[in-house]
């Protein structure tokens, strides 16, 4: 019966995973690779579909530039139409066989707009844990229902999942208080 427990926390440790990455692609007025690395880059006449970070090497070159390196010099006007057709506005600077993109710094609005976008993200994943706790009570039960378990098992049980549950959400509101410093940071 621990693997319903195991299962549950493997759950939701990648929701709280994919918070992390989701969050990390949120721009904030400071330059991180972890902007533009996942950016689909149509490339090679279009015949293929690749994330940045496959085409290029990204640096940041002080706190509001991000530069790019590609590692075939062909690449350079792709990658650059893929950064401005993006929905980050920014706008890249050709410099031989390297981009430079400055982070403009943000205005009051776009900080609300980006803060919403955040509590969204987290509000979702704060579903998802649930879900996985709701699933997990439903295993456990199931598993009364079939005397696999006692009913102090089954208390037991609960009650570890309510604590992983209580953990996980804790972690993702400190997540958020940081991501929301950061971006109220000017």
């Known amino acids: ?32 690779p972890a902007l533009i690395e996942n950016l689909a880059v149509k490339t090679y006449g279009g015949q293929s579909v690749l994330k940045l970070m496959e085409l290029a090497t990204i640096t940041t070159d002080g706190p509001t530039v991000l530069v790019i390196s590609p590692f075939d010099p062909s690449t350079v006007e792709d990658i650059e139409r893929a950064i401005m057709s993006s929905a980050l506005g920014l706008t890249p600077q050709s410099q031989g066989t390297t981009l430079l993109v400055r982070i403009p ?61 209580q953990a996980h959400m804790t972690t993702i509101q400190e997540i958020k208080q940081k991501k929301e410093e950061e971006i109220s940071a000017i």
């Open 105 to 165: 710094p943000l205005t009051q609005e776009q900080r609300e707009k980006i803060l919403k976008v955040v509590n969204q993200k987290i509000e979702e994943k704060k579903v998802q844990i649930r879900n996985h706790r709701d699933d997990s009570r439903k295993k456990i039960k199931h598993a009364l229902e079939k005397k696999e378990i006692t009913e102090d098992g089954k208390f037991r049980l609960e009650k570890e999942v309510d604590t992983q549950t």
């Open 1 to 32: 019966m621990d693997s319903i427990l195991t299962s549950f926390k493997q759950q939701s440790e990648r929701v709280v995973q994919q918070l992390k990455e989701d969050l990390k692609t949120i721009r904030t007025g400071r330059a991180s």
